[in-house]
């Protein structure tokens, strides 16, 4: 099982971009897949979830409004839409697969059993 992020890049402040992640192979036990992000000097920090099957999704609140995450499933891709990107959203973006709860429990990010490459997304003031 392999996710593979891309989209990532430099924009101006109030820009945007579109981030995606292609899930191959089969996950088992996944019902979810989400996004999380790494700014320098800083812990991992969740962003998003979307359930595969009801569609649910979670934000963190430094996000909401801005972000918004969609999924296909007949391609397994899940997209992260960000929109008036800010200098504090400059991070690595991380998508990973794992139940709705685990994905959105802080807790238990160290429990997630799938995660893909990062892609870089810098926000210029």
């Known amino acids: 099982v392999q996710l593979q992020a891309s989209g990532g890049g430099l924009v101006q402040a109030g820009g945007s971009l579109r981030l995606s992640c292609e899930a191959s192979?089969?996950?088992?036990?996944?019902?979810?897949m989400g996004w999380f992000r790494q700014a320098p000097g800083k812990e991992r920090e969740f962003v998003t979830a979307?359930?595969?099957?009801?569609?649910?999704?979670a934000y963190a609140d430094s996000v909401k409004g801005r972000f918004t995450i969609s999924k296909d499933n007949a391609k397994n891709m899940v997209y992260l839409q960000m929109n008036s990107l800010r200098p504090a959203d400059t991070a690595v973006y991380f998508c990973?697969?794992?139940?709705?709860?685990?994905?959105?429990?802080?807790?238990?990010?160290?429990?997630?059993?799938?995660w893909g490459q990062g892609t870089q997304v810098t926000v210029s003031s």
């Open positions: 979307i359930s595969w099957y009801d569609g649910s999704t």
């Open positions: 990973a697969a794992d139940s709705f709860r685990r994905l959105t429990t802080p807790q238990a990010m160290s429990l997630i059993g799938y």
């Open positions: 192979g089969r996950i088992f036990g996944a019902f979810a």
